[in-house]
T-cell receptor, first 115, second 114 residues
Framework: GAGVSQSPRYKVAKRGQDVALRCDPI?????LFWYQQALGQGPEFLTY????????KSGLPSDRFFAERPEGSVSTLKIQRTQQEDSAVYLC?????????????FGQGTRLTVV | AQSVTQPDIHITVSEGASLELRCNYS??????LFWYVQSPGQGLQLLLK??????LVQGIKGFEAEFKRSQSSFNLRKPSVHWSDAAEYFC????????????FGTGTQLKVEL
């Protein structure tokens, strides 16, 4: 596709439910990032993949959060036993190169509401 | 600690007026610097970036930013604002040695009065 695609765009989950958020990066992009954006805040880093390798997961807030990118393209962010504090927009971004000055292309995000 | 600060949460300007959005960072070296814009329902879009060279960088949509090492700042400017510029603006930084992750400021919400 032409851009980073995320699905679903909106997700309402009952507290305690597991959710899976999908990110389809731009074809050929090596690096993939997940960010969490709470209401009124800037995005905060969750995790980073280079191809299929998860090189940094320091931003995952708890062991309920898990991300994977098994074939180095599509990535899934899974949240187990969702809590109200997990309500946020989850953004995925991809970059063509590994260099830190490379432009990151962002998807439109998945808005998760935990009720 | 490494951080990014956008001191202005909200800014209102009249259409046609000039604009300056402030961004400061806390870091011992020069990081990679970015400005992104986020419109409602849209993903973040890169306006411009700086990592070396000329400290005045030009971006898309008529925006520019100036890196000032002595002030640890990277302020975004536009000479004449258009109503379509109303959006949220984020300053972001990649701190060298910290991987490629972006550290974002809290954002500045720009409102444009007609």
């Amino acid at each position: 596709g032409a851009g980073v695609s995320q699905s679903p765009r909106y997700k309402v989950a009952k507290r305690g439910q597991d959710v899976a958020l999908r990110c389809d990066p731009i074809s050929g992009h090596v690096s993939l990032f997940w960010y969490q954006q709470a209401l009124g805040q800037g995005p905060e880093f969750l995790t980073y993949f280079q191809n299929e390798a998860q090189l940094d997961k320091s931003g995952l807030p708890s062991d309920r959060f898990f991300a994977e990118r098994p074939e180095g393209s599509v990535s899934t962010l899974k949240i187990q036993r969702t809590q109200q504090e997990d309500s946020a927009v989850y953004l995925c971004a991809s970059t063509y190169e590994r260099h830190p000055n490379t432009e990151a292309f962002f998807g439109q995000g998945t808005r998760l509401t935990v009720v | 600690a490494q951080s990014v600060t956008q001191p202005d949460i909200h800014i209102t300007v009249s259409e046609g007026a000039s604009l300056e959005l402030r961004c400061n960072y806390s870091y011992g070296a020069t990081p990679y610097l970015f400005w992104y814009v986020q419109s409602p329902g849209q993903g973040l879009q890169l306006l411009l970036k700086y990592f070396s060279g000329d400290t005045l960088v030009q971006g898309i949509k008529g925006f520019e930013a100036e890196f000032k090492r002595s002030q640890s700042s990277f302020n975004l400017r536009k000479p004449s604002v258009h109503w379509s510029d109303a959006a949220e603006y984020f300053c972001a930084v990649v701190f060298t040695g910290g991987g490629n992750k972006l550290t974002f400021g809290t954002g500045t919400q720009l409102k444009v009065e007609l």
